[in-house]
């Protein structure tokens, strides 16, 4: 018997034993209402982020992911709006852009038919 198989039947013993013992948790699965709750912990800011991992009883990197995840990001649009008055100045944000877009299509199409002419009699032609 070589080595490395010999060390990893010690080490596949090692875990029967420490499974035996209770040395070893099986994996905890978190639903995600408990991860979202967890990071608005964090954002409330009266703690930092060890202490919500130890009040919560995970591993204060396993919150750093969640965070990453679940945490709303700046400029970032997180759906609907909340109440009315939200509602409410969003569409007219975007009734106001609407007619901007649609002012810039008209200069656009205007400017294409123009470029696409013929020149008239009379007038020089381009040197390409």
């Given amino acids: 018997m070589n080595n490395s198989t010999g060390m990893r039947l010690r080490s596949t013993n ?6 035996a013992k209770g040395g070893y948790k099986p994996r905890r699965q978190y639903d995600e209402n408990f991860k979202r709750h967890a990071v608005d912990l964090t954002l409330q800011g009266n703690r930092t982020m060890r202490q919500v991992a ?3 009883g995970i591993n204060e990197g396993m919150l750093y992911d969640w965070r990453r995840k679940y945490a ?3 400029g970032v649009h997180t759906g609907t709006p909340q109440n009315l008055e939200d509602a409410t100045k969003e569409i007219e944000r975007l009734r106001s852009e609407l007619v901007r877009m649609q002012e810039r299509e008209n200069v656009l199409k205007k400017s294409l038919g ?15």
């Fill in 14 to 19: 090692m875990n029967a034993q420490n499974n």
């Fill in 54 to 56: 130890e009040e919560l």
């Fill in 72 to 74: 709303p990001r700046p």
């Fill in 114 to 128: 123009i470029l696409s002419e013929t020149p008239e009699s009379g007038m020089p032609r381009s040197r390409r």
